[in-house]
């Protein structure tokens, strides 16, 4: 009984100087529990649509509809550069595991995530290129600032297909690198259980 009232403060600082974050869909799991994403792979729609537009909706109701999920939350935000925010899922013996995933806002396809890593432990995230949509910087394809346009149809020409590391921004479109660039690690992720 004290097991099933555990859980895990799942804390996230922004480690980059001029990306803000999107709040984190946040879940717990047990070890059956599909990965949100695998490097050289397709990414899924839902995770897609957390990576492009910082829309969460779908990868929420997709997770909690999933038998190997105990629970899913999701992070304060949006999280500024240099700020930290927590948030509290319920864990167990059982579902010990953690994944999250959220977006660099000022980018067409790049998200944070942490991939089925076990609770109790700080890890640092690299910037992940979703691969669903080309990396050309233009404004019109971004949600966050200065250019605020999230929803437009995506950018696919040539998008790369699959999940791999972000190789940043290079000033190709209408960002200016010395504003929206980073160097990875871009986010540390400190999971601490919490009673049970």
Known sequence: PDDDRAKFEVTITNLTKGQIFSPA???THNKKFSPLFELGSAASTELAMVAEDALNGDL?????G??????????????????TVSVMVETNKRNGHV???GMLVTTNDAFYALNGVHGGST???PAYDSGTE?????CMYKPGPPCGNGGVPDDTADAEGYVHIHSG????????PAMHDWRNP?????ITKIGG
């Open 25 to 27: 869909v946040v879940a």
């Open 60 to 64: 929420v109701a997709a997770l909690e």
């Open 66 to 83: 999933d038998s190997n999920v105990k629970d899913v939350q999701v992070t304060p935000g949006p999280i500024m550069p240099g700020a």
């Open 99 to 101: 994944s999250l995933a």
């Open 123 to 125: 890890y640092y995230s």
């Open 134 to 138: 080309a990396n050309s910087e233009a």
């Open 169 to 176: 921004v290079h000033g190709v479109g209408d960002l200016d």
């Open 186 to 190: 871009v986010a540390k992720i400190t």
